[in-house]
């Protein structure tokens, strides 16, 4: 998401005017889904605009279509998203785009550091499917 200006920074109470549950993140997270139009009025995620971002996001970087999908599929499919209760949609949505993101990574290097991260995300994901 690209739209940060007026989002990102250290809250102890969420934003006025933003999600009012979940972590000082949530109402960042919030505010990116705001400003880039993906939530309905009543910040609920717009599930038809966020596909529609990504297909336009991945229309410049196709080596990610793969992990476009699996974020379409899962992520904004007809199931809820995974995560606690008391995590805001906002929150759920970042987790499992950064998670499938991860586990599709088309770059990844051949470092300690990543052939680890990619053992644990392979570990893993079936539980986010």
Avoid: H
């Avoid at 739209?3 to 933003?18: H, M, Q, V």
């Avoid at 400003?35 to 229309?59: R, T």
């Avoid at 279509?65 to 995560?83: E, H, Q, R, S, T």
Wanted: hydrophobic share 35%; aromatic share 10%.
């Amino acid at each position: 998401m690209e739209t940060r200006a007026g989002c990102i920074g250290t809250y102890d109470e969420p934003l006025p005017g933003f999600a009012s549950r979940g972590s000082p993140e949530c109402a960042e997270r919030t505010c990116i889904l705001r400003n880039n139009d993906l939530l309905f009025d009543n910040d609920e995620i717009d599930k038809d605009s966020v596909k529609q971002y990504l297909n336009e996001w991945v229309a410049k970087r196709r080596e990610f279509i793969p992990a476009v999908n699996a974020v379409k599929d899962i992520c904004l499919g007809k199931k809820p998203m995974f995560g606690p209760t008391a995590m805001c949609d906002a929150d759920k949505l970042f987790m499992c785009i950064k998670s499938n993101f991860f586990n599709k990574c088309p770059n990844w290097l051949e470092t300690e550091g990543c052939t680890e991260t990619r053992a644990f995300m392979e570990r893993c994901m079936p539980y986010f499917d």
